[in-house]
């Protein structure tokens, strides 16, 4: 893995000026690396739901069209939920990107490997479903397009994107979001709908 | 939703009103996460499957109690009244403790009259009271599936 990615450093550059990006985390490092990044009302990091983010980032995506919803996730959350991938490319959203962070590993339950360490290949499973983009992300300069299309507004958007991200499987301190999870809730709803109608 | 004969006339409804969207998914557990998404974003949603599918489902549903998020599953039953498939059976009957074993509200449906004085209560209780509930629709209204007509050819 010479010059292999680094997760922390890939998720806040995806993340630094986020302007009004909606953003969802699988469970585990992912949720800890979006923390990392500097917590945010409109970050909703998930502390189970194994396999349900790509689908929280659709139904986020469905009911707000406007905004521009990102999934942040690992390989193994998304191996769980494989079958979202086919919901979400027969649905195309033009607004929902889906990053994994593609470890290779369980990274919170020892390390073992997932099956992309075996060769499964994420980014063709999300193409052949009808993706919109898939793309393999291996080194900053991708790093860097990849956020210029998680970015673009109206027309522009090409989504629905999904792009695996190569990163290193390095063990590193865990960064804890907020965990009670009506809390999440409630910050997230009454940022994007204001106190009214949230708490309606 | 995931289909079911049960709910083919209502989801027929939906496809046909355009002020709703139908999102066909692969399996009943992706339900429970697209409409905490929907719900994070301010939308609706009714989660419609087979009683077999509530099984799919049992992790995901931590996600409704734990972020106290509204939802309404509609479940239509296989396997509670005059059932031919072995299969259908055993699901059947654990549906009910299963969906109260993860903290959601459990009303059963068993005749037509039932079906909408539960709905319309559980539809205002979920989003009201902001948690998972869910209506069991017999097969009692809805009717067995006559397998032995299927093998003769007889598709009425």
Not at chain 2, 48 to 73: D, K
């Amino acid at each position: 893995m010479k010059k292999a990615l680094h997760r922390r450093e890939v998720v806040s550059h995806l993340l630094d000026d986020r302007g009004d990006l909606l953003v969802v985390a699988g469970l585990g490092a992912p949720a800890w690396d979006i923390t990392a990044a500097g917590d945010h009302p409109l970050s909703f990091p998930l502390w189970g739901a194994m396999g349900g983010a790509g689908m929280i980032g659709l139904g986020l995506a469905m009911a707000q069209p406007q905004r521009n919803v990102l999934v942040i996730t690992g390989d193994g959350e998304m191996l769980m939920g494989l079958g979202s991938l086919a919901v979400i490319a027969a649905h195309k959203p033009p607004n929902l990107f889906i990053v994994v962070l593609d470890n290779e590993h369980y990274g919170e339950t020892g390390m073992q490997k997932t099956v992309t360490a075996l060769g499964v290949d994420l980014a063709g499973i999300a193409k052949s479903a009808g993706f919109m983009q898939s793309l393999l992300v291996k080194n900053k300069a991708e790093v860097g397009s990849l956020k210029d299309e998680i970015h673009k507004k109206g027309r522009a958007r090409t989504g629905p994107l999904f792009a695996q991200v190569k990163v290193d499987s390095e063990k590193l301190p865990v960064v804890l979001p907020p965990r009670e999870g009506a809390y999440l809730k409630n910050r997230f709803r009454i940022a994007l709908l204001g106190h009214a109608v949230a708490l309606a | 939703m995931v289909p079911d004969a049960g709910h083919a006339q209502l989801i027929s409804l939906c496809e046909a009103d355009k002020t709703m969207s139908v999102v066909r998914l692969t399996s009943e557990e992706q339900g429970v996460s697209l409409l905490a998404g929907a719900w994070l974003g301010g939308e609706k949603g009714i989660l419609l499957m087979q009683s077999s599918g509530v099984g799919n489902c049992i992790n995901m549903l931590s996600l409704s109690t734990s972020c106290q998020l509204p939802l309404l599953i509609l479940v239509t039953m296989r396997g509670d009244h005059a059932e031919f498939n072995p299969s259908q059976v055993p699901m059947a009957n654990a549906t009910e403790t299963v969906l109260a074993a993860m903290g959601v509200i459990v009303r059963r449906a068993d005749t037509p009259e039932d079906v909408v004085a539960e709905v319309s209560g559980a539809l205002s209780m979920a989003y009201n009271t902001s948690r998972p509930m869910a209506v069991l629709i017999g097969q009692k209204v809805t009717g067995a599936k006559d397998f032995r007509k299927l093998s003769q050819g007889d598709f009425e």
